[in-house]
């Protein structure tokens, strides 16, 4: 179980720490309907996740059984090899230092989402947003690959969702509990991930990359 769930951890940290979901949520937060947007975005989130990482697991696991130690690392290979170009790529596209990038046009009109639209939002940014679905998608099947008994594969499965899913959950807490202060600070954390996404990004895409590469050489050499 422990095999399973440190597999995973790479990839859930790698969702956990998008700064566009995070700021969407805080923006909601900051919304009318704050009290049901904010817990909306995030049932959508956990189960975007939960969805993909879930089939990428089943799609995995049907085809281990065939696959060979060097397709695996050949897999790994390659998946390092995507986040290390989007490394480059988000990095070559950044915006001035100290200036934040130009939000999304959807962003305009998010304090105004009802909770379906929320809710659609957040899967989405989960379950589409070609990031978030190659690590959702990378975690159900790494842990396919280590063929773990069904009970394990569950629960480190479930252990991905849930550290995934808290740093959108923490804020939604937060505000819940905090009312109007929570706000406040709130507000300071996303004008800070506005300004810095690019090089956030930049860094998780290299980290995941360098850490799947190392991974997937060792066995081919």
């Known amino acids: ?27 909601m937060l900051f919304s009318s ?5 904010g817990p909306m975005f ?3 989130w956990a189960v975007a996740l939960a ?3 879930g089939v990428a697991f089943l799609a995995g696991d049907a085809v281990s059984e065939g696959t060979t130690a060097d397709a695996v690392s050949w897999s790994q290979v390659l998946f ?7 490394a480059v790529r988000t990095w070559s596209k950044r915006a001035p230092a100290g200036e934040a990038p130009e939000p999304p046009t959807w962003m305009a009109g998010i304090d105004s ?11 989405l940014l989960a ?23 069904t009970t394990e594969a569950v629960v480190s499965l479930a252990a991905f969702v849930i550290v995934a899913s808290i740093s959108i959950a923490v804020p939604v807490i937060y505000v819940l509990v905090g009312g109007e202060g929570a706000r406040t600070r709130l507000d300071t954390v ?8 690019d090089a956030v990004m930049t860094v998780l895409f290299l980290v995941l990359g360098v850490n799947l590469v190392s991974k997937g050489i060792p066995p081919l050499t």
């Open 42 to 44: 995030l049932i959508g």
């Open 1 to 27: 179980m422990t095999i399973g769930i440190a597999e995973v951890l790479p990839f859930a940290i790698g969702v956990a720490i998008s700064p566009v979901p995070i700021i969407a949520v805080i923006l």
């Open 80 to 86: 390092g090899g995507l986040f290390v170009v989007l």
């Open 33 to 37: 309907r704050a009290t049901v947007n």
């Open 190 to 197: 996303k004008e800070w991930l506005a300004v810095h996404n």
């Open 127 to 149: 379950g589409v947003n070609p990031k978030n679905l190659l690590l959702a998608a990378g975690a159900g099947g790494a842990v396919a690959g280590l063929g773990l008994p």
């Open 113 to 123: 989402f009802s909770p379906v639209k929320a809710l659609t939002l957040a899967l």
């Open 51 to 53: 969805v993909v990482s």
